[in-house]
């Protein structure tokens, strides 16, 4: 429990650095509750960021923001952000059905842009925003979408410990508990794209898709519990989604948003291997890696002489424990997947190798992936916003 209290402890509130000459300034488009996480408090170990300034629906919102996390600049606007030339990137935490319009805004005005999950509303507007003409440039910004548990070395322990080419089956389960949200939050805004599909789903569908290495061929079903109250209509709270893929396999997610407070472990299996790995959104407070290889011995006939199984649990909270290849990647125990996220955008801005990368085409298929569960479960894809890139 020691460790635990520790890793969460420094966590929020990691030991400041000093920053160097050509930081990173960032700027917030909106005073979201995800930003700590996401940012703040990851940019603070960070020599090479600097949060520089935020804007919010009304200003008193960002002043009181700015004010109780140390942010010099509060701007009028969005717009502001955007046009203010000592920001070199956004961080864009807003609902989702403004992350289109605002990452476009970001990048035309040569912005790198940090964009949260998921990317944007449907398929439709991804397709747009990761081929926009801005992001072929040489010059170009740099454009992530921020699934930031594909990032901890948990999950790339996880994912070295198969072959994609041998998974058969894959199930994820997760969770947000009932009292973490309520009727009236974005969650169950179905006009700014709301749903558990989007809260959830964009996180077990892309580790999903790496699980097998490839995209899916059909949404085999769907099933869902929404709203009909004409206010909230559309917006589901739970999802169970089953996807077939090319070699056969069978991939399965569920989630809800109504949770029991007790956390509920998460899942991968495999035919011969089974490998579980608990805890791959939020791997920082605790996680584990369960591995079950099962052999038998036969004779020529196939009558078994002998079976038996071998276990194995491993953990990654750093680099340095997910040993072999990472061993000599950057990284503390306490650093959370946002933090071993800003640091590949980091190196991404700065032109270096990255270890690990959400790439244009993996952000496009997932909300592919995404809508094709909408419309098996008759609730039809989330609805684009009023703004057009054109």
């Known amino acids: 429990m020691g460790s635990i209290i520790s890793r969460v402890y420094w966590a929020f509130a990691p030991p400041e650095v000093e920053k160097q000459p050509d930081a990173i300034r960032f700027g917030i488009l909106g005073a979201a509750g995800i930003v700590p996480m996401a940012l703040i408090y990851p940019a603070k170990s960070h020599p090479e960021v600097i949060v520089q300034a935020v804007a919010a629906r009304n200003r008193e919102r960002a002043e009181a923001f700015a004010k109780t996390h140390g942010i010099p600049d509060v701007r009028t606007s969005y717009q502001a952000i955007i046009d203010d030339p000592n920001i070199d990137a956004v961080l864009v935490p807003l609902p989702n059905g403004l992350h289109f319009e605002w990452a476009v805004r970001a990048l035309r005005a040569g912005k790198h842009v940090l964009l949260e999950k998921p990317s944007v509303s449907n398929s439709h507007e991804a397709e747009i925003l990761f081929n926009l003409p801005e992001l072929s440039r040489p010059d170009a910004p740099v454009l992530l979408e921020a699934a930031h548990n594909r990032f901890h070395p948990s999950w790339l322990l996880f994912r070295s410990l198969f072959d994609p080419a041998d998974v058969t089956h ?156 990472f061993t000599e990647l950057p990284g503390e125990s306490w650093w959370m997947s946002y933090r071993y996220q800003l640091e590949q955008f980091v190196h991404r801005v700065k032109n270096r190798e990255t270890q690990a990368w959400i790439s244009h085409e993996d952000s496009v298929n997932n909300m592919r992936m995404v809508d094709m569960a909408y419309e098996k479960s008759g609730l039809g894809p989330r609805p684009s916003g009023a703004f057009k890139a054109s």
């Not at 956390?263 to 805890?279: A, I, S």
């Open 170 to 325: 894959v199930f994820t389960n997760s969770m947000i508990p009932w009292w973490a949200t309520s009727k009236n939050d974005i969650h169950f805004n179905y006009k700014i794209a709301g749903g558990s599909l989007m809260a959830m789903g964009c996180y077990s569908f892309a580790v999903m898709r790496e699980a097998f290495g490839a995209e899916p061929t059909a949404c085999i079903d769907c099933t869902t519990h929404h709203y009909t109250d004409g206010i909230h209509d559309k917006c589901d709270w739970d999802f169970h989604a089953k996807f077939s893929f090319p070699n056969g396999g069978i991939g399965e997610a569920t989630s809800t948003l109504r949770g029991p407070t007790a956390w509920k472990p998460d899942h991968r299996k495999f035919r011969t291997r089974k490998v579980t790995l608990h805890g791959y959104i939020q791997a920082i407070a605790w996680h584990r890696i369960d591995v079950v290889d099962s052999f038998e011995i036969c004779t020529g006939d196939g009558h078994i002489i002998k079976q038996w199984t071998e276990k194995t649990s491993h953990k990654a909270y750093s680099f340095k424990e997910a040993g072999g290849q």
